[in-house]
């Protein structure tokens, strides 16, 4: 049964304070690892695929990264309005749904 | 070009009456899929549908629960005689093609009362 750990739980950063977030998995066989963000009563937004060990995708102040057993998504400088959570989910071979962790809620404070 | 659409965005029902959720995907989408957000829990996956047929349906109840995208209109979530334990956010999300990126709508947030 695949299996996603996001970590932390909740991280609160003051702007401008660069940190990263955690996504551990365990699959058989990985297709794609996902990254998405969730607004309060929103539905997720897609951000990121990355489907190898080693690629890297960038966007405004975020990067994904992808070993063979986790993801970081690593922001830097951040600003309030980067404030949510952000989800990780995994897509084995042979199949197209996706296992989500259960987030991690980013505060960024002015 | 429009995002997944889901109506409605809020639905109110009493215990034992029934849910209808609605799904328009992303034009030119046809695999859509159904995930259900409890509070405090990760998104876990329910339905995969392409038109007119079931593909997944492993994480759906195998009660009181089923789903249908026909050929023409939405795709369905229908909750028979709904109980508390319902009550929660339905995501459907359609990609264009299977495995693709695929992209979520606002969800339905369903109370039973």
């Known amino acids: 049964e695949d299996q996603v750990t996001q970590s932390p739980e909740a991280l609160r950063l003051q702007e401008g304070e660069s940190s990263s977030l955690n996504c551990s998995y365990t699959?058989?066989?990985?297709?794609?690892l996902f990254w998405y963000r969730q607004d309060p009563g929103k539905g997720p937004e897609f951000l990121f695929t990355l489907y190898s060990a080693g690629e890297e995708k960038e966007k405004e102040r975020l990067k994904a990264t992808l070993t063979k057993k986790e993801s970081f998504l690593h922001i830097t400088a951040p600003k309030p309005e980067d404030s949510a959570t952000y989800l990780c989910a995994v897509q084995g071979k042979g199949y197209s749904t996706l296992t989500f962790g259960k987030g991690t809620m980013l505060l960024v404070s002015p | 070009n429009a995002g997944v659409m889901q109506n409605p965005r809020h639905l109110v029902r009493r215990r034992g009456q029934e849910a209808r959720l609605r799904c328009s995907p992303m034009?030119?989408?046809?695999?859509v899929y159904w995930y259900r957000q409890l509070p405090e829990e990760g998104l876990k996956f329910m339905v995969y549908?392409?038109?007119?047929?079931?593909?997944?349906e492993s994480g759906m109840p195998k009660e009181r629960f089923s789903a249908e995208f026909p050929k023409e209109g939405p795709s369905i979530l229908r909750i028979q005689q709904v109980v508390r334990g319902d009550s929660a956010a339905y995501f459907c999300?359609?990609?264009?093609?299977?495995?693709?990126?695929?992209?979520f709508g606002q969800g339905t947030r369903l109370t039973v009362v």
């Open positions: 034009k030119g989408h046809s695999h």
């Open positions: 549908l392409q038109k007119e047929n079931i593909i997944d």
């Open positions: 699959v058989s066989g990985l297709r794609g």
């Open positions: 999300a359609s990609s264009p093609y299977e495995g693709y990126e695929a992209f």
